[in-house]
């Protein structure tokens, strides 16, 4: 079956460096993707890796391991509004989202 | 990024009545839309696919009498809650495929239905 795995919560301190790791499980893989959701809206992209490698953008990165299904989500300088929910979703060979169940990041002061 | 809008943004109704959700592909053409439900402190769940016209995908578990789906434009999608009931109420997004870049999903901004 297919399957992503990513923690269910993850705790940062306000200015610090938070890593979210994601695994995957899919039949087929045409990208993998971050998105951040702020309760009670909906997710809005992130991030976008089909290629091994780190992709950054501002104070979030992305990087991706094909040969592992792998991806990690990197926020640095971290700020108060980004407390969310952070999903990582891998596009299979159908072109269909898989979709992780979210890592809901806590920042403390 | 593209935008995707969604009316209503929240919709209180009585149980029995139905419901209509507009999802709307703004600045660009969605040959596929997407409707997911979300229920609180879930993750977001696939309720089907929708297809520019041709009829939706619906994924298991989703009943397609209840949840009636009709993407008769490259723009445009609804979704029609039949017949709701209170354990319908829930977070309803909907997604558009932009093709032309890495066909990543944009979301609309959500509609939160409450059924009384």
């Known amino acids: 079956g297919q399957n992503i795995d990513q923690p269910t919560e993850m705790t940062a301190t306000e200015g610090a460096i938070v890593q979210i790791n994601c695994t995957y499980q899919?039949?087929?893989?045409?990208?993998l993707f971050w998105y951040q959701q702020h309760a009670g809206e909906a997710p809005t992209f992130l991030s976008y890796?089909?290629l091994d490698g780190l992709e950054e953008k501002g104070r979030f990165s992305s990087f991706l391991s094909r040969s592992k299904g792998y991806s990690y989500l990197l926020l640095k300088e971290l700020q108060m509004k980004d407390s969310a929910s952070y999903l990582c979703?891998?596009?299979?060979?159908?072109?269909?989202?898989?979709w992780g169940a979210g890592t809901k990041l806590i920042i403390k002061p | 990024g593209a935008v995707v809008s969604q009316h209503p943004s929240w919709v209180i109704c009585k149980s029995g009545t139905s419901v209509k959700i507009e999802c709307r592909s703004l600045?660009?053409?969605?040959?596929?839309m997407f409707w997911y439900r979300q229920f609180p402190k879930q993750s977001l769940m696939l309720m089907a696919t929708?297809?520019?016209?041709?009829?939706?995908?619906?994924e298991q578990g989703v009943e397609k009498d209840k949840f009636l789906i009709n993407h008769a434009s490259l723009t445009l999608s609804t979704l029609t809650v039949t017949s709701a009931h209170p354990e319908d109420s829930s977070f309803y997004i909907c997604?558009?495929?932009?093709?032309?870049?890495?066909?990543?999903?944009?979301f609309g901004p959500g509609t939160r239905l409450t059924v009384l």
């Open positions: 929708s297809n520019e016209g041709s009829k939706a995908t619906y």
């Open positions: 899919t039949s087929g893989f045409n990208g």
């Open positions: 997604s558009a495929r932009d093709w032309t870049g890495h066909n990543e999903q944009f």
């Open positions: 600045d660009f053409q969605a040959t596929t």
């Open positions: 890796n089909v």
């Open positions: 979703a891998v596009m299979d060979s159908n072109y269909q989202l898989i």
